[in-house]
């Protein structure tokens, strides 16, 4: 009972020093902004282990973060390895090739109308499909190894990417497109110092948004059909054996994964599109 305390105080303390620094005359400097977050994940962690240790949470149902340390740790080798089979090989490569193939066939799209009319409606609709629907076919028809898995990841990304773009090609207006023309410039030349660079924000949106789902394509086309290797393998045998320190470690190589593969299309991003307005402040 006293950890259960401890843990509520630890908390409030948190929270408390949080609210200061928000709050405070320095809330806008850079420091203050990365101490926030960190204090934020310290103070979770300290109450998630005193929580579990003090109400005896058996670890089959929720292990603690020293549990979870300790696997992570004990498993550097397997954990390695799946990092590379499900995210190298099946998430980076089929969001490559997905995200690459949709740029150009929304290049192509936005050269057609026709094209535009008849593929949006049908990539709405694919979109919509559900993972557990698709991936078991895809896994069926590539095999079972990592390129079925870039397969899905390719479904899941190409649309999002293709949406996004078409809609950022036409997001420059009829006056800036006349401009263009009065100076004899070709479509490609239109395209290259107006339309795209207008189009960027929408294409790296597009692009954000698929970092996560290329990692959740990836891990989940891994339950229905792999080699004895893979973040997905992994959770779904550690599952099996109640190993649950062992998923969390596998959930905790996937969120690292995941931030900063986001966080690497964001700095590209922040390089590329330094003149829009969402970037300054």
């Excluded at 603690?64 to 696997?71: G, L, M, N, Q, T």
């Excluded at 499900?86 to 998430?91: C, D, I, L, S």
Aim: hydrophobic fraction near 55%; charged fraction near 10%; proline fraction near 5%.
């Amino acid at each position: 009972m006293m950890l259960v305390i401890l843990a509520a105080l630890v908390w409030c303390g948190g929270w408390w020093v949080n609210a200061r620094l928000a709050n405070g005359p320095q809330s806008d400097s850079r420091g203050v902004q990365l101490l926030v977050p960190v204090i934020f994940g310290v103070t979770l962690l300290l109450v998630w282990q005193l929580l579990v240790k003090g109400l005896q949470i058996p670890m089959v149902i929720l292990p603690s973060p020293v549990d979870i340390a300790v696997a992570f740790g004990a498993n550097l080798s397997k954990l390695w390895q799946d990092f590379l089979q499900t995210f190298v090989k099946g998430a980076l490569s089929g969001y490559v090739m997905g995200c690459s193939a949709a740029f150009l066939m929304a290049i192509v799209m936005d050269r057609s109308d026709f094209l535009r009319r008849g593929l949006l409606p049908v990539g709405n609709f694919v979109a919509a499909l559900p993972i557990v629907g698709t991936a078991p076919i895809l896994v069926m028809w590539f095999g079972f190894d990592w390129h079925s898995k870039a397969a899905v990841v390719v479904v899941m990304v190409f649309f999002p990417v293709l949406v996004n773009t078409v809609a950022g090609l036409r997001e420059t207006s009829a006056m800036q497109r006349d401009l263009m023309q009065t100076y004899a410039a070709s479509y490609w030349q239109s395209f290259f110092k107006l339309r795209l660079p207008a189009a960027l924000p929408f294409v790296f949106n597009g692009l954000k948004i698929s970092t996560t789902l290329a990692l959740v394509g990836a891990i989940v086309a891994e339950f229905f059909g792999s080699p004895t290797v893979g973040m997905g393998f992994r959770i779904s045998t550690s599952v099996g054996k109640l190993s649950l320190d062992m998923v969390w470690a596998e959930i905790v190589v996937a969120a690292l994964a995941g931030s900063m593969f986001y966080g690497a299309v964001a700095m590209v991003e922040k390089i590329l599109t330094f003149w829009h307005p969402s970037q300054r402040g």
